[in-house]
């Protein structure tokens, strides 16, 4: 975990070298982002990880030899604390993304955004948070295949846990949510702990798409 004070580091794997040098350099330059190596495979992730032992893998999805929802799933089984992994991805439609957030990336961002924001998104992912674009979320779970839909074990929820995970679902932080139920910070971390353990959740982004893809939460219904 990345302590205060000390620059987050980052892998950046793109098959495409003008994008990683060129967004290596940039990213470099932002305040509190620390480059520690490129990656231009799904095999060399899992490799410059192991290496490097970098706090974020900032994971393009279309890569050759093992492609980022792979290699996503390989760093997360191999590792006891594993890099987050954020996708980012020149569509927000891309269907390769909510199944690496399904795989248990934390979160997206669009190549197209401007590179501030791209490192905001390292820093916030870094910190244990999503990074979630709710309405982006909702479109690609609604145009997935019917089959691909998880059963959600509602039954082992709460009511309130069932209520977290669909504030979870609009995007809301933990403060957010401790604000809107008008309880504490802290009571809203256990909540969500118990969401994650009793969904099997890699994290809170996987949990969110598994409340989509259960039909807990309805696309185009919640709140962006």
């Given at each position: 975990m990345t302590s205060t004070g000390t620059p987050v580091t980052v892998l950046i794997a793109d098959d495409d070298p003008l994008t990683r040098s060129g967004l290596g350099t940039l990213l470099g330059a932002q305040p509190g982002i620390t480059v520690v190596g490129q990656?231009?495979?799904?095999?060399?992730?899992v490799e410059?990880?192991?290496?490097?032992?970098?706090?974020?893998v900032l994971m393009d999805v279309r890569m050759p030899r093992r492609n980022g929802i792979e290699a996503t799933r390989h760093l997360l089984a191999?590792?006891?604390?594993?890099?987050?992994?954020?996708?980012?991805?020149?569509?927000?439609n891309d269907e390769y993304v909510t199944a690496a957030l399904s795989a248990g990336?934390?979160?997206?961002?669009?190549?197209?955004?401007?590179?501030?924001?791209?490192?905001?998104?390292?820093r916030v992912a870094a910190a244990g948070e999503a990074v979630l674009f709710p309405a982006a979320l909702r479109r690609m779970v609604a145009a997935r295949p019917?089959?691909?839909?998880?059963?959600?074990?509602?039954?082992?929820?709460?009511?309130?846990?069932?209520?977290?995970?669909?504030?979870?679902?609009?995007?809301l932080s933990n403060p957010e949510i401790a604000q809107s139920l008008a309880v504490s910070l802290e009571t809203v971390k256990t909540h969500v702990g118990n969401v994650l353990t009793k969904l099997g959740a890699q994290n809170?982004?996987?949990?969110?798409v598994i409340a989509y893809e259960s039909g807990l939460v309805v696309p185009g219904l919640q709140g962006a």
């Open positions: 990656a231009a495979d799904g095999v060399a992730v410059q990880v192991r290496l490097l032992r970098p706090d974020v191999e590792h006891t604390d594993p890099p987050k992994v954020v996708v980012i991805t020149t569509f927000e990336a934390s979160g997206f961002v669009l190549k197209r955004r401007p590179v501030p924001q791209i490192a905001e998104a390292v019917l089959d691909s839909a998880e059963a959600l074990p509602r039954a082992a929820l709460t009511g309130r846990e069932e209520g977290v995970l669909r504030l979870m679902a609009t995007g809170r982004t996987h949990a969110v």
